[in-house]
RNA sequence: CGGGGUGUAGGUCAGUUGGUAGACUGCGUGGUUUGGGACCACGAUAUCGGGGGUUCAAGUCCCUCCACCCCGACCA
């Protein structure tokens, strides 16, 4: 009947993902971050709640980031949220780009304040003060010094949970050396770390390189980034490796007498990982049957669910406590609630990404076996209870190479390769990263943003480039200096 | 910050020419169920985004502010 049609569809709006990933990206996104319980927002526009499961998944990103940076001598500190106005403005380029969209603290209870404090949009300012009384010798270098926190920047743009908030949490390093060949020789140590962490753990592609004059960190000399592309169509930077050259040590007077007693300016370096990658990981890996979390970074790898009949109901609850048990190592949740369906359990936890799913019914107590299913391709597999942690073992190692070869398979298929401008705009009309030549002077890369709306270049290559003699530039035509990834950007 | 759209129960939405608040879902209690979103009964839940105005009467018309969504300039 009609009317049982119409209860119907409501019932699977409410509870499931109302459209497809392919459909409408940015409603699955929404859907998948508010339904799952990763985020929910807050009466601050633009500015999320991490809810446990996102946060405990940024505390294991954080952990093992963490553990990297301080095997590699670099030590946490905390420094205050709040920084005066007459700091933030010491390096004119750092200023420039971030004071629009700086927050600031104007009044204290019912009195003004004498100076504005701004909230820190990120820190080196309100650091580098500190550097400079600190650093007075090349015996105090290098000083390697990084903190995890929170910063705003009041982004005029719709805020998107996790990919664009106005307040985000993310490390930020800041390193002095006394050289410059050492701060650079940190980039590839620090850029390591970062995408060994994407790899390994977010299962996420990068595509890794020098960003142009123009996209260069406010401040900086060169900034090195890691692309993603979304898929959407849309690339998005990751994490950055920031060198400064001795820009803020000039702006902030940060020197030191070297082993021949001469003053000299010193070398830093920035990089920041943001909890903005925990976006882009859900967006990559999800489908439309919810979140999908690579199981190394899940906080319940697994998921059991008792099936539940009236006269085998004891029994099988004993075994899928007795698997709970087991099981410890995976920090599994069993669901014994009595009041939902097996069918409707399902759904739910597929939803939450939980990456193994382990079922028990009356018919598998006889043959002490259970049913797994793998959260990425949903296959189920019959297993021995005894082979249950061996092969538990298995699928997480397979589900993650496995997310990772899909999420390199996307990065790769819309990655293309061109030499003109008009394959240049197809490309991108049709949502791809391109990879072309470029004379590298930005004029050229404003002409295109004019002609082919939100284009920009993301990134070079540091290695494994394509020969650059001899091609021209795809917007002036002149002599081109170098192959960049271009695309729309989120 | 510019252009467009939307705000009614926790969620999704209905609400006719203005006449005083509805559905489904979810939530609570009890019972029957449970191998891919089961069912029955009872129950709680709305300053109709906020403020102001027009009117005998406003969810409905007008003004204003706010929030959210989409598209742009900016950005991790």
Redesign the pocket.
């Known amino acids: 009947m009609a009317h049982n049609k119409k209860?119907k569809n409501?019932?699977?709006?409410?509870?499931?993902l109302t459209v497809k990933k392919n459909d409408d990206f940015?409603?699955w996104y929404?859907q998948i971050i508010i339904k799952s319980e990763l985020a929910d927002?807050s009466p601050?526009?633009?500015c999320i709640i991490f809810r446990p499961l996102a946060y405990a998944i940024w505390e294991k990103i954080k952990e093992e980031i963490d553990k990297r940076f301080k095997k590699a001598g670099i030590k946490n500190v905390y420094f205050p949220l709040l920084i005066p106005e007459s700091l933030l403005k010491k390096e004119a380029n750092h200023l420039a780009?971030f004071s629009?969209?700086v927050a600031w603290v104007t009044e204290a209870g019912n009195s003004k304040l004498n100076e504005r404090l701004a909230i820190r949009p990120t820190s080196e300012t309100i650091m580098y003060h500190s550097y400079s009384k600190w650093i007075r010798s090349w015996k105090d270098l290098p000083l390697r010094y990084n903190q995890w926190n929170n910063v705003m920047?009041w982004?005029?743009?719709?805020?998107?949970p996790f990919?664009?908030?106005?307040e985000?949490l993310w490390n930020e390093g800041h390193t002095v050396f006394a050289t410059k060949k050492e701060a650079e020789d940190e980039g590839k140590e620090i850029i390591g770390i970062y995408d060994e962490i994407l790899r390994e753990y977010m299962a996420l592609p990068s595509l890794i390189g020098k960003k142009s004059k123009g996209e260069t960190?406010?401040g900086a000399e060169y900034t090195i980034?890691c692309e993603h592309y979304l898929p959407n169509g849309k690339a998005i930077?990751?994490p950055?490796f920031h060198h400064d050259g001795q820009i803020f040590a000039k702006a902030y007077d940060i020197k030191f007498l070297n082993k021949d007693g001469k003053e000299e300016y010193a070398y830093q370096n920035t990089f920041?990982i943001?909890?903005?990658n925990l976006g882009i990981m859900f967006a990559i890996h999800s489908d439309d049957?919810g979140l999908i979390i690579p199981p190394k970074l899940a906080p319940n790898k697994i998921v059991i669910i008792p099936?539940?009949?009236?006269d085998s109901?004891s029994k099988v609850l004993k075994k899928a406590q007795e698997i709970f048990i087991k099981l410890q190592e995976f920090s599994p949740i069993i669901d014994d609630r009595?009041?939902?369906?097996?069918?409707?359990?399902?759904?739910?936890w597929?939803?939450k990404g939980i990456p193994i799913?382990v079922?028990?019914?009356?018919?598998?107590l006889a043959n002490e076996q259970i049913?797994l299913?793998r959260r990425d391709t949903?296959e189920?597999k019959k297993v021995k209870i005894k082979d249950l942690e061996k092969e538990i073992k298995i699928i997480i190692e397979e589900m993650q190479k496995n997310l990772y070869k899909t999420a390199e398979k996307l990065l790769k298929e819309n990655i293309e390769i061109v030499e003109n401008f008009n394959s240049f705009k197809k490309s991108i009309e049709n949502k791809k990263i391109v990879y072309a030549p470029w004379c590298t002077e930005e004029k050229c890369a404003k002409e295109l943003?004019e002609k082919i709306?939100?284009v920009k270049p993301l990134n070079s290559p540091l290695d494994k480039k394509r020969e650059i003699k001899g091609k021209k530039c795809i917007i002036c035509n002149k002599e081109a200096r170098d192959y960049f990834y271009f695309g729309k950007?989120?």
């Open positions: 209860n409501i019932e699977k709006e409410e509870l499931g940015s409603e929404q927002y601050v526009s633009g780009g629009p969209e920047r982004e005029f743009k719709n805020p998107v990919l664009r908030s106005r985000f960190f406010a980034s930077q990751g950055d920041a943001s909890t903005r049957n099936i539940l009949f009236e109901k009595e009041d939902y369906s097996a069918g409707w359990k399902y759904h739910e597929e939803l799913r079922e028990i019914g009356p018919k598998d049913i299913m949903l189920k943003k709306e939100g950007s989120y």
